[in-house]
């Protein structure tokens, strides 16, 4: 529908302007201005009307057509306004043919009409762009997909057939049938354009697929979990579909505008009737300043300001990662004064990672960091894995180690160059009867103030072997700890700048979590945040949003849309952050696709920009008519001032390209990082928390 809607104002304006140029070229105002002539033959003094009647008729009349619900509504609007001004012009224009006296409107009509086919033909296309969106996103799904039966063997079938727990082959190259696990092979599977992330992503037995993605080189096996409405790519459709539903306040700002500036109009051509009459008696010139009055209120510009912004600002999310799913929520966004954040999975990591290291006994980090890793190889723990990846991270030489042993609530053990290594919290160091060196327990110490985990690494000597300890004496079978990491919840790199951007745009930060005070202020400090409730269940989430909002705060929350969604639900506006299946979420109002939490602040930042130029836009498109419509009904007359409708049209135009270039001003907004205002990258690396 919307496709044919724009074909056909693509179409009538494209015909409409080609049959306005002998109107503009024969028009006496326009040569007098510009200094240009025609060649007058019999007959060219009928250019005029007729092309501008076949404009009227093809180009108009749609306006008057959509006209009709407004006023059976009882509800004019911004189509009343414009068919009114068409129609006038019109007849008045028509009457200058039979009462030569009379000026005509001939050219500011039909370029009244061009630019109003302009504005709808740029709106339906951008409507029309948001569905195609729709059809590209089910493109991506295939058609059939190539199910593994159970004697091992591949057989084609329509994706529609493909059940939960079916065995699924993707070859290399291929779409990702259906949402699903990887059960075997290794790829690089490209998602940019579900997650927005240019970089293909590696995949291994164990994770997620998405419906849609195309794989790589790799050839992978898929169970799969989630199928039709069920799977990601529908929820993003349906995100999508929503979104064009929905319809922008400041849209409907200027439709109201164009409601009132109809009845102003009516009211300044009564008032100048009424007023010209009695001054000097009815004639042509009453009919003239009326006229006037009726045709500048007509809304050239204001048909434009709003479908210009709102194509541009689409572009821009878009390109950002921003999904919109509600576009009130969108313009909301730049009254925010206060902003939540969910701690695990958006300001932080969500999983342990390694912040600190300390040594004793001559033994580096490095080395440390060597031995608890091949104690740790055969874990699966998440201190395990934390541990394994700071190693990596230091690019440190995997040593080898045998005899693990699980110390269930103490810790592991393993043999590592013919010595028995333990790693393991305080559990471990009292089954050892170990000795922690005056360096460690201050190292722990401090750890403990910031909430953070520690472990212990101890290398077990001989007997008899001199420990080289704070003891200084022989050390146990057992040994004494020879260094100790520090474990937290990572903070996310990109959460200092977030937190620092949100403050220098006027907002307050504010973070939820349900761990304990301590971990929940130590991120806090860390981060500069303003507002912290720990502790906090994830059903009395949305308790705590409330609680802002009773404040007088106009609150954002920022979560995963999962256990977050009743406080997103709450919120004035509720923003899910995340990538894979979470884009789905449906208690949101925008969905930041990219997982970064940097992106609330461009959210911020576009919203706020956006607004900016629809009210510029708005001023300058129905604000000249203060002074036109006066000026048109003659109020300053008496001095020698009166605005012959040719100015007028000048005038009208005028605001008109003054809205198309302030709206493609909106582009130049850069919401790049690092130059965001006041907002700048680290110059070093900040601990993590």
Same mark, same amino acid.
């Given at each position: 529908?919307?496709?044919?809607?724009?074909?056909?104002?693509?179409?009538?304006?494209?015909?409409?302007?080609?049959?306005?140029?002998?109107?503009?070229? =024969?028009?006496?105002?326009?040569?007098?201005?510009?200094?240009?002539?025609?060649?007058? #033959?019999?007959?060219?003094?009928?250019?005029?009307?007729?092309?501008?009647?076949?404009?009227?008729?093809?180009?108009?009349?749609?306006?008057?057509?959509?006209?009709?619900? !407004?006023?059976?509504?009882?509800?004019?609007?911004?189509?009343?306004?414009?068919?009114?001004?068409?129609?006038?012009?019109?007849? =008045?224009?028509?009457?200058?043919?039979?009462?030569?006296?009379?000026?005509?409107?001939?050219?500011?009509? &039909?370029?009244?009409?061009?630019?109003?086919?302009?504005?709808?033909?740029?709106?339906?296309?951008?409507?029309?762009?948001?569905?195609?969106?729709?059809?590209?996103?089910?493109?991506?799904?295939?058609?059939?997909?190539?199910?593994?039966?159970?004697?091992?063997?591949?057989?084609?079938?329509?994706?529609?057939?493909?059940?939960?727990?079916?065995?699924?082959?993707?070859?290399?190259?291929?779409?990702?049938?259906?949402?699903?696990? &990887?059960?075997?092979?290794?790829?690089?599977? *490209?998602?940019?354009?579900?997650?927005?992330?240019?970089?293909?992503?590696?995949?291994?037995?164990?994770?997620?697929?998405?419906?849609? /993605?195309?794989?790589?080189?790799?050839? %992978?096996?898929?169970?799969?979990?989630?199928?039709?409405?069920?799977?990601?790519?529908?929820?993003?459709?349906?995100?999508?579909?929503?979104?064009?539903?929905?319809?922008?306040? /400041?849209?409907?700002?200027?439709?109201?505008?164009?409601?009132?500036?109809?009845?102003?109009?009516?009211?300044?051509?009564?008032?100048?009737?009424?007023?010209?009459?009695?001054?000097?008696?009815?004639?042509? /010139?009453?009919?003239?300043?009326?006229?006037?009055?009726?045709?500048?209120?007509?809304?050239?510009?204001?048909?434009?300001?709003?479908?210009?912004?709102?194509?541009?600002?689409?572009?821009?999310? +878009?390109? *950002?990662?921003?999904?919109?799913?509600?576009?009130?929520?969108?313009?909301?966004?730049?009254?925010?004064?206060?902003?939540?954040?969910?701690?695990?999975?958006?300001?932080?990591?969500?999983?342990?990672?390694?912040?600190?290291?300390?040594?004793?006994?001559?033994?580096?980090?490095?080395?440390?960091?060597?031995?608890?890793?091949?104690?740790?190889?055969?874990? !699966?723990?998440?201190?395990?894995?934390?541990?394994?990846?700071?190693?990596?991270?230091?690019?440190?030489?995997?040593?080898?180690?045998?005899?693990? !042993?699980?110390?269930?609530?103490?810790?592991?053990?393993?043999?590592?160059?013919?010595?028995?290594?333990?790693?393991?919290?305080? *559990?471990?160091?009292?089954?050892?009867?170990?000795?922690?060196?005056?360096?460690?327990?201050?190292?722990?110490?401090?750890?403990?103030? *910031?909430?953070?985990?520690?472990?212990?690494?101890?290398?077990?000597?001989?007997?008899?072997?001199?420990?080289?300890?704070?003891?200084?004496?022989?050390?146990?079978?057992?040994?004494?700890?020879?260094?100790? #990491?520090?474990?937290?919840?990572?903070?996310?790199?990109?959460?200092?700048?977030?937190?620092?951007?949100?403050?220098?745009?006027?907002?307050? &930060?504010?973070?939820?979590?349900?761990?304990?005070?301590?971990?929940?202020?130590?991120?806090?400090?860390?981060?500069?945040?303003?507002?912290?409730?720990?502790?906090?269940?994830?059903?009395?989430?949305?308790?705590?949003?409330?609680?802002?909002?009773?404040?007088?705060?106009?609150?954002?929350?920022?979560?995963?849309? &999962?256990?977050?969604?009743?406080?997103?639900?709450?919120?004035?506006?509720?923003?899910?952050?995340?990538?894979?299946?979470?884009?789905?979420?449906?208690?949101?109002?925008?969905?930041?696709?990219?997982?970064?939490?940097?992106?609330?602040?461009?959210?911020?930042?576009?919203?706020?920009?956006? =607004?900016?130029?629809?009210?510029?836009?708005?001023?300058?498109?129905?604000? =000249?008519?203060?002074?036109?419509?006066?000026?048109?009904?003659?109020?300053?007359?008496?001095?020698?001032?009166?605005?012959?409708?040719?100015?007028?049209?000048?005038?009208?135009?005028?605001?008109?390209?003054?809205?198309?270039?302030?709206?493609?001003? %909106?582009?130049?907004?850069?919401?790049?990082?690092?130059?965001?205002?006041?907002?700048?990258?680290?110059?070093?690396?900040?601990? +993590?928390?």
């Amino acid at each position: 529908m919307h496709e044919g809607h724009e074909q056909m104002f693509r179409r009538r304006f494209f015909v409409s302007t080609l049959l306005s140029i002998p109107v503009l070229l =024969y028009s006496e105002t326009l040569q007098e201005w510009l200094g240009f002539s025609v060649p007058v #033959f019999p007959g060219s003094e009928w250019i005029n009307p007729v092309f501008a009647v076949v404009v009227f008729g093809y180009g108009g009349v749609p306006f008057l057509r959509m006209a009709v619900p !407004e006023l059976r509504d009882r509800a004019p609007g911004m189509m009343t306004l414009i068919s009114m001004a068409i129609t006038v012009a019109f007849v =008045y224009s028509l009457a200058s043919v039979v009462l030569p006296t009379t000026s005509a409107f001939f050219w500011e009509l &039909v370029t009244l009409i061009d630019v109003m086919l302009l504005g709808h033909w740029i709106e339906m296309r951008s409507v029309r762009r948001a569905s195609s969106a729709l059809d590209e996103l089910a493109k991506l799904l295939p058609d059939t997909a190539e199910r593994i039966t159970g004697s091992g063997d591949t057989e084609e079938v329509p994706v529609s057939d493909l059940t939960e727990d079916d065995l699924v082959l993707v070859r290399p190259g291929a779409s990702v049938p259906a949402d699903g696990v &990887v059960e075997e092979g290794d790829s690089d599977v *490209n998602e940019s354009m579900i997650t927005g992330e240019s970089r293909p992503v590696s995949k291994d037995p164990g994770d997620e697929v998405i419906g849609g /993605t195309i794989n790589g080189d790799g050839s %992978l096996r898929v169970r799969i979990s989630a199928t039709g409405e069920e799977t990601t790519l529908a929820g993003i459709m349906r995100l999508v579909e929503e979104a064009q539903k929905s319809e922008s306040r /400041t849209q409907m700002l200027a439709d109201r505008a164009a409601g009132w500036l109809f009845y102003v109009a009516v009211a300044a051509a009564a008032v100048t009737a009424v007023a010209w009459t009695v001054a000097v008696s009815f004639d042509a /010139t009453v009919v003239e300043r009326v006229v006037t009055v009726l045709v500048i209120a007509c809304p050239h510009a204001l048909g434009l300001a709003i479908p210009l912004v709102v194509a541009i600002n689409t572009s821009l999310a +878009a390109q *950002n990662g921003m999904l919109i799913r509600d576009r009130i929520a969108m313009e909301e966004a730049r009254e925010l004064d206060t902003i939540v954040f969910d701690k695990t999975g958006t300001l932080t990591e969500g999983e342990q990672g390694v912040v600190d290291v300390a040594t004793v006994d001559g033994v580096d980090e490095d080395e440390a960091l060597a031995l608890a890793a091949a104690v740790e190889g055969d874990s !699966e723990h998440m201190i395990a894995r934390a541990i394994r990846e700071a190693a990596d991270e230091r690019g440190v030489a995997a040593r080898s180690a045998t005899g693990f !042993e699980a110390l269930k609530g103490r810790g592991v053990r393993a043999t590592v160059d013919g010595r028995t290594v333990h790693v393991g919290g305080p *559990n471990l160091l009292s089954q050892l009867d170990s000795d922690v060196p005056p360096e460690l327990t201050a190292f722990a110490e401090r750890a403990g103030e *910031n909430a953070r985990t520690v472990v212990y690494l101890v290398r077990e000597g001989e007997r008899g072997e001199p420990s080289g300890g704070a003891s200084g004496g022989a050390a146990s079978v057992a040994g004494d700890p020879v260094a100790a #990491f520090a474990l937290a919840d990572v903070i996310r790199e990109e959460s200092y700048r977030v937190v620092d951007g949100l403050h220098e745009l006027g907002i307050e &930060v504010a973070m939820l979590t349900g761990d304990s005070k301590d971990v929940a202020d130590a991120v806090a400090e860390e981060l500069g945040i303003d507002t912290v409730f720990a502790e906090v269940l994830p059903e009395d989430k949305d308790e705590k949003v409330q609680e802002l909002q009773n404040q007088g705060k106009f609150v954002a929350m920022v979560g995963d849309g &999962v256990n977050d969604a009743p406080a997103l639900t709450r919120a004035d506006v509720g923003i899910a952050i995340g990538s894979g299946t979470d884009v789905a979420v449906q208690s949101a109002d925008i969905i930041l696709v990219q997982n970064n939490p940097m992106d609330v602040v461009r959210l911020v930042k576009l919203s706020k920009a956006s =607004y900016r130029k629809m009210q510029e836009n708005l001023v300058w498109a129905a604000g =000249y008519n203060v002074f036109a419509i006066p000026l048109a009904a003659g109020v300053l007359a008496p001095i020698g001032i009166l605005l012959s409708p040719a100015v007028g049209a000048l005038l009208m135009s005028l605001s008109t390209v003054i809205v198309a270039i302030n709206a493609q001003f %909106l582009r130049r907004v850069d919401l790049d990082l690092p130059s965001l205002p006041g907002v700048s990258v680290p110059g070093e690396v900040r601990p +993590a928390d």
